[in-house]
């Protein structure tokens, strides 16, 4: 989820203190913006929790991941599983 977080972290970050969201960069002392972060921090670590009880990957390591391989990727926790091929042995006396 690094990279979900990375990514979302910095889109909030910026709505909030660039000129195109609220604009509040030189508006808010450095305790009021560290107030503001860490909720947004609690939050993710909420949302993460519950995302990874469900799921393998994170939204954004998913799309990462699936371009890699150039193939889609099991998503689902459980899907992950009944991806793998089981081993076939072959026994010979």
Known sequence: MALTHYVL???MG???FYGYGLGLM????????????IPMFG??????????KHFRY????WVWRS??????QPMGRHAAASAVEPVKVRVTH
């Open 26 to 37: 030189s508006q808010v002392s450095v305790t009021i913006a560290a107030s503001l972060a």
């Open 67 to 72: 371009l890699t391989y150039l193939r889609w």
């Open 58 to 61: 994170g939204p954004f390591e």
């Open 9 to 11: 972290q910095s889109l």
């Open 43 to 52: 939050f993710q670590l909420l949302v993460s929790h519950w995302w990874l």
């Open 14 to 16: 910026t709505l909030i």
